[in-house]
Each structure stands twice: as C-alpha cells, then as structure tokens.
C-alpha cells in the first residue's frame, strides 16, 4: 500500500513541475482511480469502434458558403458525451491515440466520400496529433484509407496545433513534409498560442492558418491587433485564414472587414452528425467556388 501511494504521489510531482513536493492524500488516489476506469473505457471503445464523428462547417465570407469541414471525435458514455478534452490527453499518454486517431480518420474520410457524392468541392479536416506524426506507419495507413474512398488526397486536410510543431520543430517538419508530398494539404490549428518564430513558420510547409478562439474572443472588447496581425502575416506568406470559434455576429462582420476568408464556429454552425449535416448541406444553395478553395 505504501510503496503505491509514494508512486502516485511521485507522479503528481513530476506532473505539477520539477524541484516539487507532493503529499499523498486521498483525493488524489480517487483522481487516479477515476483516470485508470475511463482509460479501461476509452481502450474498450476504441477496440468497438464506437466512438463518433461529428462535423463543423467551415464557411466562406464572401459567399456565405460551406466549403470545408472539421472532423471531431465524439464519445459517447452512459452519463452522455464525454468531453474531448477529457480523453484526447488519456488517448495520448496510454498511447492509444494512434489506433483512436487511425478510427476518427477512417469515419471521417468515409463520411467525406458520401458527402462529396452531392457537394464535390467539400474538403475535410482531420486532426492529427504529435504521436501519430512521428509514427512512421501513420501515414501509409493514411493514404490507404483515403484512397480506398478513391478521394483525391488534396481533399483531406491534416490539422497540427502551432504548439505541438513549436515543441519538435525540427523532427515534425521533416514529416510533414512528407505529408505535403503524398498529396495531403496542412492546417497548423490554434495560430497564435505557439510561440513559433517567423523563420520556422516560413519553412512549414502548411496551406493554412487557423486563427485561435481566445483571439477572435478579443474581438468583442474592441482589441483587433492579434487577429489584424495573423492576416496580414498570413497574406504576406500566401497562406489562407480560418478564424475559429466565430460565435457572434459583431465578429462575423469584424472578420470580414478585415479580410478573413473563412469562419468556423457556433455563429454558424453547430458541430453535428453525418445524417443532420447532410441534411444541413441539402439546405445550402450551390456556391461559387472562391479562388482559394483550400480551406
């Protein structure tokens, strides 16, 4: 009994940071506890395959048209959806992400094949953690997958956060490369909030930028500066912009005066099931393609 609760206690510290002290107690062994039954959960759900993939539009200002999706994971449990934010980060430290994140993009690339069937010029976006980049089997599995749906590759966007590729930059730029090279495009997610340095910014090899929610959440105090600077740096670099997290109308017409291609979030869209977002599309007049299509 003693020796397992020094060990938990050990992690906590490592976890709080280095040069820590940490006491035992109780409610940190129920922490443990709890963490341990939602990874035996998650691992049984990855091995169904019951996990859900839910979908958020990505609208074109100009047009008011959905061109792209987001791919979202969805778990649902006996109490209701569990947040993402709960298991993503247990998916990634148990290792389980590769078979989890392998499972989302294969009901995301055959979601996209029928969605495609009535609105062709629909891309998606599949998020794609640091652990499965590094995985060199990761991106066979993936090329595989989408042309089984014989799905032209460039319709398949992988989304990376600026945080992640910050931390190893030098190591995930040589596989996202690769990446680029078998045809896939790149979002780099949550811009803004990495500290990625100009220089390194200008050699990945991305297509766009996603503008995080905590600057477009600015917006509405008046401060405009972040969001001014992504796209004026985006335009300098030939990138495009998708601002996430639109959730009023003061931002949508703010975004667009200031140039934003394309918007993503509640404002809009809600994320939804294929059946609800196929019904959504159906109520969508046809669009003029823009120039950028590559969102």
């Not at 020094?6 to 129920?30: E, H, L, P, R, S």
């Not at 979908?55 to 569990?82: H, I, N, S």
């Not at 042309?147 to 319709?155: E, G, I, N, T, V």
């Not at 910050?166 to 495009?185: P, T």
């Amino acid at each position: 009994m003693l020796p397992r609760h020094a060990d938990i206690a050990k992690y906590a510290a490592k976890a709080a940071g280095k040069n820590q002290c940490v006491f035992f107690t109780n409610q940190m062994y129920q922490r443990v506890q709890e963490r341990m039954t939602m990874e035996q959960a998650l691992r049984q759900a990855v091995a169904d395959e019951s996990l859900e993939v839910w979908f958020q539009p990505v609208v074109e200002l100009t047009t008011g048209r959905v061109m792209a999706l987001e791919a979202l994971a969805r778990w649902l449990r006996a109490d209701g959806y569990c947040p993402p934010s709960q298991f993503i980060g247990i998916a990634e430290e148990s290792d389980l992400i590769h078979s989890l994140g392998l499972m989302i993009a294969k009901k995301s690339v055959a979601a996209l094949a029928v969605i495609r069937e009535a609105h062709p010029y629909i891309t998606m976006g599949v998020n794609l953690s640091v652990r499965q980049l590094r995985n060199k089997q990761t991106l066979a599995l993936l090329c595989e997958l989408v042309d089984a749906q014989q799905l032209p590759r460039d319709s398949v966007h992988f989304e990376v956060t600026e945080s992640d590729v910050a931390k190893d930059f030098l190591l995930l730029e040589e596989h996202l490369n690769l990446y680029v090279r078998a045809g896939f495009s790149l979002h780099l997610d949550d811009f803004g909030t990495g500290q990625s340095s100009l220089h390194r910014l200008q050699g990945l090899p991305v297509s766009t930028l996603k503008i995080d929610k905590s600057f477009v959440d600015l917006i509405e105090t008046g401060d405009e500066r972040f969001v001014k600077t992504i796209l004026l740096l985006s335009q300098q670099l030939g990138l495009a912009v998708i601002a996430k997290g639109v959730e009023t109308q003061h931002q949508r017409d703010r975004l667009q005066a200031l140039g934003c291609q394309f918007i993503q979030g509640y404002f809009y869209a809600e994320p939804m099931s294929l059946p609800d977002l196929l019904k959504f599309l159906t109520s969508q007049a046809e669009p003029t393609l823009p120039e950028n299509p590559d969102a």
